[in-house]
C-alpha cells in the first residue's frame, strides 16, 4: 500500500513490466491504486537498444553537434549556447529553477501514475537516457519513495515542466519525499536503500520534465473512476426504478436496437439486468420522468466517451513525448513538439462534461424520491420515524440540498480548460495545451459526483427499504438486494435523524476506491 516500502514489489507475480510493450489504464491503475510493483523487461536486446540511444547521444555531442536542451539554454533561451565545462551542470539548473509548483500535493496514488507514465514514455527508448534512469524510476515506485508533487504549475506546454521537476528532483536527491510512512530528504531515502543519488546525464533532466506524464497519469486514474460511475449510476437507477414503483418497460431491448447507440444500449443492458425478475406494471405513470426513463442515454454518452478517451490516454501513455527525440537505429536528433498534450486537454475536456451529466442525472432522481409529490407514495424527505415522530423528523431533506450544491460544483467546472491557452516564457511556448489543469478540473467532477452518488446511494437505500416496509409484495431483485446489504453495511436505515457526514465520507471512498465496481464485477 501507499506509503509503505515494497522491497520485493519488483519480484510479484503481479509486477507490471515496463520496456518493448503496450502499456494499458489498468497497468497504471494497478501501480498507482492496487499495489503492484514494476520490474524492466529483461529482453536483452530491449536494453542494450535503450543504451544504444545514450551512446549515440554522448558520441554526437562530442563532435560539437548542437542539441537543443542539452549544450543550449532552455525554452526561448535555445540561442544561448552552453559551454561544454557547464553542460553537466545544465540538468540540475533546469530541475532547480523549476521547483516552484504550488497548491496540494499530490496523493500517492497520483503520484505513482505520474511516476508510471513518465517511466513508460522513456522505456521506449527515443529519449537518450541511459537504463540506470530507468531503474532509479522504478525503484521510486517499488520502494514507493514518492516526490511530493505540488499539483499546480503546469501549462501543458513543453509537458509538465514544473511538477515533473519533482520526480527529477527525486532521482537526484533533492526536495522531500513521502517514503516509509514519513516525508523525508530525497538524499536520506536512498541512502537508506544503499544507494547514492543519481548524477543526471547531460539530457537526463529535460527527458524526465520534457512530457506529459502528469496530465497523462491523473487521466489514467480519472477514467477509471469515471467507468466505474457509469456502471453504478445504472445500479442506482435500477434501484431508484424500484422505489419509485417506476416501470422497467423503459428499458427494454427493443428500444435501444432503435437507436444504436452501443454505450446507451449497454446501460441499458445493465439496468434490464438489475430489474430482472420484477414484474412490469403501468404503476403510477404511464411514462416515468426523464430522469429514470433517459438514464441510459445520459450514462451512454459516458460510456461511449470511454471508448475514444481510452484511445487517446492510452495512445499518449505509449508514445516518446519529450524533446528532442533521439533515434537510436538512425542516429539522428530530432526536434519536434510531443510533448504538447492537446489530445489528454481534449479527452479530460470531454470525460468530465459526461460525468457531470451523471452527477446532474442521480441528483434529479434524488430530488424525486425525496419529494412527496413526485415519490409515488414514500415518506416525505425519506424519513423512516414512525408516525409520532414524524413531524421533527427531515429525513434525507439537508442530504438532497448538498447533492444540489455538489452537482452546481461539477457542472461550473465543465468549462473546457484547453480553449484557455496562455502565451507564455516569452512566446517561445505561445500555444499551449493546458492539458494537466483539464485533468485536475475531471479529477475534482469525478470526487464531486462520487459525493452525489454516495448521497443517492443511501437516499435510494433507504427508499427501497420504505417501499418494502409499506407493501411487503414488492420485489427487489437479487442484484439489488446485495447492492442494499452492501450499502446498509456503512450506512444503516435511517430511522431517527442523525449527522450523515461519516457515512456519506466512507460511501464516497468506497465508490472512488471501486468497492461496487469489483462487487458488481464479481457477481
Not at 5 to 26: M, P, S, Y
Not at 311 to 316: F, G, T
Request: charged share 20%; proline share 4%.
Amino acid at each position: 500500500m501507499p506509503g509503505t516500502d515494497l522491497k520485493d514489489a519488483a519480484g510479484k507475480a503481479n509486477a507490471v513490466v515496463f520496456g518493448d510493450r503496450h502499456l494499458t489504464i489498468e497497468d497504471v491503475v494497478a501501480v498507482a491504486r492496487d499495489g503492484a510493483g514494476v520490474r524492466l523487461n529483461d529482453d536483452p536486446a530491449w536494453r542494450e537498444r535503450i543504451a544504444r540511444g545514450a551512446e549515440f547521444l554522448r558520441r554526437h555531442l562530442e563532435t560539437g553537434a548542437t542539441v537543443y536542451g542539452v549544450n543550449t539554454g532552455y525554452g526561448d533561451a535555445c540561442i544561448v549556447d552552453v559551454p561544454m565545462a557547464l553542460v553537466e551542470d545544465l540538468p540540475l539548473q533546469l530541475m532547480r529553477y523549476h521547483g516552484c509548483g504550488m497548491g496540494e500535493y499530490l496523493d500517492d496514488p497520483s503520484a505513482l501514475a505520474v511516476i508510471a507514465a513518465r517511466l513508460n514514455s522513456l522505456a521506449f527508448g527515443l529519449s537518450g537516457v541511459r537504463p540506470v534512469l530507468l531503474e532509479r524510476l522504478a525503484d521510486l515506485i517499488n520502494h514507493r519513495m514518492l516526490p511530493r508533487i505540488p499539483a499546480e504549475g503546469s501549462v501543458g506546454a513543453s509537458g509538465d515542466l514544473t511538477p515533473l521537476s519533482y520526480v527529477a528532483a527525486a532521482l537526484a536527491g533533492e526536495r522531500g519525499v513521502q517514503f516509509r510512512g514519513a516525508l523525508c530528504e530525497a538524499r536520506d531515502a536512498w541512502l537508506a536503500l544503499g544507494r547514492e543519488p543519481l548524477t543526471l546525464a547531460p539530457k537526463e533532466g529535460l527527458a524526465l520534465m520534457n512530457g506529459t506524464a502528469v496530465m497523462t497519469g491523473l487521466a489514467c486514474l480519472a477514467f477509471t473512476r469515471a467507468a466505474q460511475l457509469a456502471r453504478l449510476t445504472a445500479r442506482l437507477t435500477a434501484l431508484a426504478t424500484v422505489a419509485l414503483d417506476g416501470r422497467a418497460a423503459h428499458f427494454d431491448a427493443f428500444i435501444f436496437e432503435a437507436k444504436p447507440h452501443a454505450g446507451q444500449g449497454e446501460a441499458a443492458a445493465w439496468i434490464r439486468s438489475d430489474l430482472a425478475g420484477r414484474p412490469d406494471t403501468p404503476g403510477h405513470r404511464l411514462q416515468d420522468r426523464y430522469s429514470i426513463r433517459c438514464a441510459p442515454h445520459v450514462i451512454g454518452v459516458a460510456n461511449d466517451a470511454l471508448t475514444w478517451i481510452r484511445r487517446d490516454i492510452e495512445n499518449e501513455l505509449n508514445s516518446a513525448n519529450d524533446n528532442p527525440l533521439i533515434d537510436p537505429d538512425g542516429e539522428r536528433v530530432l526536434h519536434g513538439g510531443n510533448f504538447y498534450g492537446g489530445h489528454i486537454a481534449f479527452a479530460m475536456d470531454g470525460l468530465k462534461t459526461a460525468v457531470a451529466n451523471l452527477a446532474d442525472l442521480m441528483d434529479r432522481q434524488l430530488a424525486l424520491l425525496v419529494d412527496d409529490r413526485f415519490n409515488n407514495g414514500l415518506p416525505r424527505n425519506l424519513t423512516g420515524a414512525t408516525s409520532e415522530r414524524a413531524p421533527i423528523n427531515h429525513g434525507f431533506k439537508a442530504v438532497q440540498i448538498s447533492s444540489s450544491a455538489w452537482t452546481a460544483e461539477a457542472l461550473k467546472h465543465t468549462m473546457p480548460a484547453s480553449v484557455f491557452s496562455r502565451s507564455t516564457e516569452a512566446h517561445n511556448q505561445d500555444k499551449v495545451s493546458m492539458g494537466t489543469i483539464a485533468a485536475r478540473d475531471c479529477l475534482r467532477v469525478l470526487q464531486l459526483t462520487e459525493q452525489v452518488a454516495a448521497a443517492h446511494a443511501l437516499a435510494t437505500v433507504q427508499a427501497a427499504r420504505l417501499r418494502l416496509r409499506g407493501n411487503t409484495a414488492t420485489v427487489i431483485p437479487a442484484p439489488l438486494a446485495a447492492f442494499m446489504d452492501d450499502v446498509a453495511a456503512t450506512s444503516p436505515f435511517v430511522d431517527e435523524d442523525r449527522s450523515l457526514e461519516h457515512e456519506l465520507r466512507a460511501m464516497a471512498k468506497r465508490i472512488a476506491a471501486g468497492d461496487f465496481a469489483r462487487a458488481q464485477q464479481e457477481k
